[in-house]
């Protein structure tokens, strides 16, 4: 077993115990936000240090603002609009990835899910200006959209409904904790294989694996991103 899979198999085991752990609270609201500060915690002692884990809505020049975001991978190299409450205003050109966090998945549910996606796909940078070095497969300007779960609904029932959603919806990535994970199957993440719309790994530490290593891509670039700030004031 290559260390990074075996690596994973134990933060598998952590994650899924600390999160129950979590049940002892009993107040659905105070869970959820204790379940997302673990994968905000998780990711921000793994990932490359040029991007900050924070939560909030995103915020383009037209003044368009996507919903609530439960996890936002945004760059150091770009300022935010900080609230005591955690829940910080991100600029669009700022942001590389978001999460979104639950619990537990049904097809059903992914309609909600793919509403938030939605609305961060519709944002737009005020311009494509600026440079970045290291790897380049990802498109310069795209933010990354992963649903993350502890539980839920088997792979294949999860895909089917996926499919089902339009593209503006769906997530590049769905990992669930237990089970494993789908990766949208584009040939920018990995390589493209067969006509699937996702890759699918059926186990969980083999998805998280997989999950460092494209979040690895996608925020361990060296990126300066310009920004119209006269957009974003008149």
Request: hydrophobic share 40%; glycine share 8%; net charge negative.
């Amino acid at each position: 077993m290559k260390p990074l899979v075996e690596y994973c198999h134990g933060a598998v085991k952590a994650l899924n115990a600390q999160y129950e752990m979590t049940s002892v609270l009993h107040h659905s609201a105070t869970a959820g936000s204790a379940r997302e500060r673990l994968i905000q915690d998780f990711l921000t002692a793994h990932l490359p240090e040029m991007t900050s884990v924070v939560s909030g809505m995103i915020v383009d020049s037209n003044g368009r603002r996507s919903k609530q975001q439960d996890i936002v991978l945004m760059l150091k190299s770009m300022p935010r609009l900080p609230f005591a409450s955690g829940h910080d205003l991100i600029f669009q050109e700022g942001t590389v990835a978001t999460f979104e966090i639950k619990t537990e998945i049904t097809p059903s549910a992914l309609e909600n899910i793919a509403l938030n996606i939605e609305s961060v796909k519709a944002l737009e940078p005020s311009t494509l200006e600026g440079a970045q070095l290291g790897d380049l497969g990802w498109p310069y300007a795209r933010i990354l959209n992963v649903v993350l779960t502890y539980g839920g609904t088997a792979l294949d029932g999860i895909e089917r409904k996926l499919t089902q959603i339009p593209d503006s919806g769906q997530p590049d990535v769905y990992l669930d904790l237990t089970k494993g994970i789908l990766i949208k199957n584009e040939g920018l993440l990995f390589t493209q294989e067969g006509f699937s719309s996702y890759l699918r790994f059926d186990d969980a530490a083999v998805g998280l694996a997989r999950l460092l290593a494209l979040l690895s891509k996608v925020t361990g670039r060296l990126v300066m991103r310009g920004v119209k700030w006269d957009a974003y004031i008149t």
